[in-house]
């Protein structure tokens, strides 16, 4: 599994999609990244980068961010002309982290206004990995019927919800955890948290 899509949604915990893009890249994968609107805005909220809507502008930004040079791709979320958006060129997996209920929403309804819903569905259809990281807290009837529908169409949920057994002392040592548990079911070698059990 070496081509991996990375989608930020307008969720809260941008953060953890910065943080996974660094640990695949990291790993050696080939990672392309896609931006929803909100994703997009939340993302500078947040963390106080703030991404060119430009394709090329938005994408050397990226690989400023993160050291990286061929192995790091973007595309604008309108571009449906993106090898990624067709079943013949899909992705190996696709990440959505954060995933807002909106996208939820949207990808349980089969809708593909966007790239990123394009690709979740192209997933789906190809039976390949789609694993979605919710970040909302509390779910009401529809997200969770949702997000029920999504898990019997092949699709991985995998809410941020870091635990404590590690007993954290950082911000960061939550959101690793979270991304550690994201690579495990990638099948991505890491060593961001310890597993229970484990003494060392």
């Not at 997009?40 to 930004?61: H, I, K, W, Y």
């Not at 870091?162 to 960061?172: G, K, L, M, R």
Request: net charge negative.
């Amino acid at each position: 599994m070496n081509n991996i899509v990375v989608g930020i949604t307008g969720a809260s915990g941008s953060i953890y999609g910065l943080r996974l893009i660094e640990e695949l890249l990291r790993a050696k994968k080939q990672v392309t990244v896609l931006l929803s609107t909100a994703g997009r805005q939340v993302l500078a909220f947040e963390t106080g980068l703030q991404l060119s809507e430009n394709p090329q502008d938005c994408l050397c930004q990226l690989r400023i961010r993160f050291d990286a040079d061929d192995d790091l791709s973007y595309f604008a979320n309108r571009d449906f002309f993106a090898p990624i958006a067709s079943g013949s060129s899909a992705p190996d997996s696709l990440v959505i982290c954060p995933c807002s209920m909106g996208t939820v929403g949207r990808i349980a309804a089969g809708l593909s206004d966007s790239l990123l819903e394009r690709v979740a569905d192209v997933m789906l259809k190809e039976r390949k990995p789609l694993l979605l990281v919710p970040r909302e807290t509390p779910f009401n009837q529809i997200h969770l019927e949702n997000l029920l529908r999504l898990s019997q169409a092949g699709a991985q949920i995998l809410p941020a919800m870091p635990a404590f057994y590690q007993q954290p002392q950082s911000v960061e040592e939550l959101v690793d955890f979270v991304v550690g548990k994201i690579l495990d079911s990638l099948g991505v070698e890491q060593q961001l948290f310890k597993r229970w059990g484990d003494e060392q």
